[in-house]
């Protein structure tokens, strides 16, 4: 159809939709641009550590039929994480099935979702154009791309402090301290999600009030503002800690927030090590933050968005620092910052005619990039757990009703490690029986076991073969017949 006006005439629905990119051109562009970072592609792959273990707790909620006490299999209760993405993951698991990008969607859509809000807080500073770009930097940021597509929690904490600055920013702005209660949600989701971690977004709103408008600290509607916090976070530990008691308040507050909010020495290291780790993961961004930092002029709004900027990501390198054990992804909720700043730089440089066809040019640039990514003939994402999908086929062929699959790990007990009793259920839909020893196991039943590398020859010795490999730890051996009886099963191509 030569006709372009004909063509959206014949479908409504695409009129509308044309109109609506035209009205909200910027935000048309970041929502490209969070599609071409986050979505493209994140369907690929399979599951390993952390998110094949939340994962097989999103699945255990659908077997158990618990939404409350979450499970890490069934009959194995797990207590380390507040239940919001297990929950989500789940419902997903129900609506399309179990697979990788049910799995996946969440973390990348809360990213996407913190880009938008991005956008809208650069916008109130800085400008649109500044605020479309901030908000399509965190979808090209590599500490981002990193960690959130896959099955994790952090972009949700990144989503609910974007969410915390910017309703601090429209009650300052408009004057309307209502607008606090935004970022007590906020608080009440992260915390939902990420429990200690979750508070980054209530301390954000706290620091900023504090070197703003003090006085709100004590404002009705800040009160307010933690009363819709408590009413989210509050009921489910309520109804746990009811349940589970001291199972549950031993794991939960003891191992997984004191042990983590630990002062000592390694905080100064912790501190050090982020550093280097936040300004290498946020390049070229950085650079161009710095530059917006070290400029002398600049207006009262811009002051005030670098003041922003600066405050939350120094409040997630300090308090992440604490934990003895640093990790990279801890980093991910202070992203936005850099991108904030970067925007504000490269918005300082453009043109009043660039910035009228920057929305244009990053819209046509993120489409490109979905086509490229979408068509690109390599992987993209890892299959480490390949072997564990064979091994599905395998033992559902010629063990179909065994629901207990045998395994002998490195552990000098009969504990089953948590990475193997996650895939185990995750892929293999059956529970774990470990064996301490090889001896252990060569007396027990069965006919398949999940070995560890190191004891696969140890096994051969004891009348086993090796079957199929698994992933870089894991083997599945098998249990080779008595003489005159048929050969052993053979892994499938």
């Known amino acids: 159809m030569s006709d372009p006006q004909g063509a959206i005439a014949a479908f409504p629905r695409l009129g509308a939709l044309v109109r609506w990119v035209k009205q909200h051109e910027h935000l048309a562009a970041v929502l490209l641009a969070a599609l071409a970072g986050f979505f493209t592609r994140s369907w690929e792959g399979d599951l390993h550590g952390d998110p094949v273990h939340y994962a097989s707790i999103s699945k255990a909620v659908l077997e158990t039929g618990d939404w409350v006490t979450m499970h890490s299999a069934p009959g194995t209760a797990y207590a380390n994480k507040p239940p919001l993405m297990f929950w989500l993951v789940a419902a997903n698991f129900r609506?399309?099935?179990?697979?990788?990008?049910?799995?996946?969607?969440?973390?990348?859509?809360?990213?996407?979702?913190?880009?938008?809000?991005?956008?809208?807080?650069?916008?109130?500073?800085?400008?649109?154009?500044?605020?479309?770009?901030?908000?399509?930097?965190?979808?090209?940021?590599?500490g981002v791309l990193m960690n959130v597509i896959d099955v994790r929690m952090?972009?949700?904490?990144?989503?609910?402090?974007?969410?915390?600055?910017?309703?601090?920013?429209?009650?300052?702005?408009?004057?309307?301290?209502?607008?606090?209660?935004?970022?007590?949600?906020?608080?009440?989701?992260?915390?939902?999600?990420?429990s200690a971690a979750g508070g980054l977004a209530g301390i954000l709103l706290a620091l900023l009030l504090l070197l703003r408008r003090p006085r709100w600290l004590v404002h009705p509607w800040m009160f307010a503002a933690v009363g819709v916090g408590l009413l989210i976070a509050a009921p489910w530990h309520v109804a746990v800690l009811l349940r589970q008691r001291e199972a549950f308040s031993g794991r939960y507050f003891g191992q997984q927030i004191e042990d983590r909010l630990v002062?000592?020495?390694?905080?100064?290291?912790?501190?050090?090590?982020?550093?280097?780790?936040?300004?290498?993961?946020?390049?070229?961004?950085?650079?161009?933050?710095?530059?917006?930092?070290?400029?002398r002029r600049a207006s009262a709004p811009e002051r005030w968005g670098i003041t922003i900027a600066l405050v939350w990501a120094a409040e997630v390198i300090l308090l992440m620092a604490v934990s003895p054990k640093p990790y990279d992804r801890y980093l991910v909720p202070a992203y936005p910052a850099?991108?904030?700043?970067?925007?504000?730089?490269?918005?300082?440089?453009?043109?009043?005619?660039?910035?009228a066809i920057a929305p244009a040019v990053l819209s046509y640039a993120a489409v490109a990039g979905i086509v490229l990514l979408a068509t690109l003939p390599v992987k993209l994402h890892s299959y480490s757990c390949e072997g564990f999908t064979h091994a599905r086929a395998l033992l559902d062929q010629v063990v179909p009703r065994e629901r207990t699959v045998a395994a002998c790990t490195s552990l000098d007990s009969d504990d089953v490690p948590w990475g193997l009793r996650a895939k185990a259920y995750y892929y293999l839909d059956r529970l774990v029986e470990n064996y301490s020893s090889p001896e252990k196991l060569a007396a027990g039943a069965g006919r398949f076991a999940i070995v560890s590398e190191k004891t696969v020859e140890e096994l051969a010795k004891l009348g086993f073969e090796l079957v199929l490999i698994l992933d870089e730890r894991y083997r599945l051996v098998e249990r080779r017949p008595a003489a005159g009886t048929a050969p052993p099963a053979h892994a499938p191509p």
């Open 95 to 142: 609506l399309f099935g179990v697979g990788i990008y049910a799995a996946k969607f969440w973390s990348c859509f809360f990213a996407a979702a913190g880009c938008v809000v991005t956008y809208l807080l650069g916008r109130r500073l800085f400008g649109a154009t500044a605020g479309m770009l901030a908000g399509a930097i965190v979808a090209a940021t590599p």
């Open 263 to 295: 002062l000592g020495g390694h905080i100064f290291a912790n501190v050090g090590r982020y550093i280097i780790a936040f300004l290498s993961r946020s390049m070229p961004w950085c650079l161009l933050a710095a530059w917006a930092v070290a400029r």
């Open 338 to 355: 850099v991108a904030l700043l970067a925007g504000l730089a490269l918005g300082r440089w453009l043109s009043e005619r660039a910035k």
């Open 154 to 194: 952090d972009s949700t904490v990144l989503f609910c402090m974007a969410l915390s600055a910017y309703a601090v920013v429209r009650a300052d702005g408009d004057g309307q301290p209502r607008w606090l209660l935004l970022a007590g949600a906020a608080t009440g989701l992260a915390v939902m999600t990420k």
